[in-house]
């Protein structure tokens, strides 16, 4: 169930609006959801290995084929929203947390990585919503750890950031609180600065994901 935090004067307040949906819904601040469609701990992987000059790939996850498919049910939208109002914009952020990397290539020290393009949707029978964006970010991958096939990095403190517009936020919240289970994929382009990691493969794990949802009315 998606949480909201209650200020009680402010609720206490918005009956004397309820003539107007659209007075009302601008005195709503915007709710902040965690972990939206248990995305935290997903893991992207590469389907293919990366290519060189300057090694770039796409790193993808998907609810619907992972072994076995992991759909979720659909979220009771909270009763403690006044008069059945619903969000028109939302903001997905999220972050990688780790990265492995897999195969016979060098497993260099440190390597710059830039997330070129994220995307990340919810479908069910009905259909898909899908939030993307380029963010063009440039984070930092560190070893850790590695072995004769795999290495681990740890990936620098950043946030990721994709907005849908109403009509996907629309369409998403129809599909979350209606029409049965619920699958959830996320995908982005990356490209790396060493050469080195050519022929390999990566995973990245992800963390710390969070929906805001905001434009209520």
């Known amino acids: 169930m998606i949480t909201f935090h209650k200020t009680s004067l402010l609720w206490a307040a918005l009956p004397l609006l309820a003539s107007c949906g659209a007075i009302v819904g601008s005195f709503v601040p915007p709710q902040t959801v965690s972990n939206p469609a248990n995305l935290d701990g997903a893991q992207l992987s590469s389907s293919s290995a990366l290519q060189p000059a300057a090694v770039r790939g796409s790193i993808e996850y998907d609810t619907s084929k992972t072994s076995p498919p992991s759909p979720f049910a659909d979220l009771k939208y909270p009763s403690d929203v006044p008069f059945g109002m619903r969000p028109h914009a939302m903001k997905l952020q999220v972050s990688l947390t780790r990265a492995i990397v897999t195969g016979t290539c060098a497993f260099p020290e440190n390597v710059k990585l830039t997330v070129q393009s994220f995307s990340a949707a919810v479908s069910d029978a009905s259909g898909q919503a899908i939030l993307s964006g380029q963010p063009n970010l440039t984070v930092t991958l ?6 004769l096939a795999s290495a681990s990095y740890a990936v620098s403190q950043h946030t990721l950031s994709v907005s849908a517009d109403r009509a996907a936020t629309d369409q998403a919240i129809n599909i979350l609180t209606s029409g049965g289970q619920n699958h959830a994929s996320a ?5 790396a600065d060493k050469d080195e990691l050519a022929g390999c493969s990566i995973q990245f794990t992800l963390g710390g994901t ?6 209520f009315s």
């Open 142 to 147: 560190t070893k850790t750890s590695s072995g």
């Open 210 to 215: 969070s929906i805001t949802l905001s434009n």
């Open 187 to 191: 995908g982005a382009q990356i490209l």
